[in-house]
């Protein structure tokens, strides 16, 4: 027996001992085998290109406008009231078994459908609202850097001019008429032109902002526009044909006739059931139709009605009979806000109208008298040069040719943004022609 373990004993020392030993010799063996392999050189690597400066994205019309339907936070509240809606409406249908005991929950989820309806005519008055001042803010950039463009222009010319002044006062030639006073004249302009510099590039960045918030993005987020002049417009608008499509498109008068159907249906509501009860809710108590603000009036140099809304309180008191009569007076109400509504639509229509055609007129008659003011100016500007006409005929010349150049861009700007109310008070029924040449 202890023969046996002495053996085991053994016969473990030697298995320890060539343990270590295997241990040893593995890292000699290791290095052995890498000190025997050749050295290969590193992989070649192909030339680092350098990277061309990545071209800043311009954004067009379109891009602006389809931004702005994405990101606007007025659209995503409207979404959110449009979800609400909807919910509401389904957790009336769930209502099985209170049908059985409730003779008014018919009509709740019939109101409960208009009121979707109402919600979705909402998203699109938002929708509409939002193309529209995405609209007016990016012509806004486009108009203020082409007035800024256009005094950076007269200025040099004006300093050109100067320097061909100062060029004819070294002359001394007592038959020139281009004095030192010319010199000290042009001078000034300049410094003024500086200050209309100032004033056109601060409307830029305040026209920028603007678009921005229209489009729902931060005011830190860049925004390149492309370098474009105001786009020529063709359009032809008929009157009478634009109020119909404003009255046969506007959301707002969808919600008004809605509405109204809403009235209808708490008097069929508040005349169904016990007639003992005190008091009965309204379809108010489960919305909030008093928290949309209504338009106010304006009468400082433009009439500007205000719009009236309908009137529900949550609760009618009195026994069926007297709620029945209260709900009819307030039906009634209903009824006059959607004249009120058709009214004003019609108003809105046509002030977007005649404020077209006063400015298609303006630029009918500003083109003519631009290229008439350009033609003199160059004429007097080669006189100016040569020393045959004086200083104050130049300036005459020059400050024409950029009042009637400047009158002539706001005129089409303002066209341009009568044609985009046009598009608004019609919900998208009337596409301006600038609208067309983005698509």
Known sequence: MSHTTRSGRIWLRRIAVSFFVCLGLTPAARA??????PILPPPAQAPIALSQPAQEKTYSLN???????????AIAAQRASLASAEAQRQALDHMVLASLVSHELGFRKRQACLGVTISQAGVDIAEWETIYAVTRCYYSVIYARQQEVLA????????????????????ADPDNPVTQVDVD???VNLEL????????????????????EAMGLRYDTPLALPLVTLPSTSDIVDRDVVIQMAMSRRGELLQATLASQLTELEICAQNSGCCLLPFRKTFAAASDIHAKPIP?????GTYRPSAIGIEMPSTLVGNKSDRVARAMELNTRAGSVVEKTQNLIALEVEDAFYKWQAATGQVKTLRESAAKSAKLAALISGRFESGKVSGEDYLRARTLEDQTQAQL?????????ALAALERVTAGGFTPSFRRSQQ
């Not at 052995?32 to 392999?37: E, G, L, V, Y």
Request: positive net charge; charged residues 20%; aromatic residues 2%.
């Open 409 to 417: 861009n706001e005129a089409i700007y303002h066209q341009i943004l």
């Open 185 to 187: 004249k042009l001078t």
């Open 63 to 73: 891009d602006c406008v389809l931004i702005g339907l994405g990101s606007q936070p």
């Open 296 to 300: 106010q009036g304006t009468s400082n």
């Open 152 to 171: 950076r222009g007269l200025m040099e010319k004006l300093e050109l001019s100067r320097k061909s002044a100062q060029a004819l006062v070294k002359k």
């Open 193 to 212: 032109l500086e200050l209309r510099l100032i004033e056109a590039s601060t409307g830029v960045n305040r026209a920028t902002a603007a678009l921005k």
């Open 32 to 37: 052995q085998q890498q000190h025997s392999m």
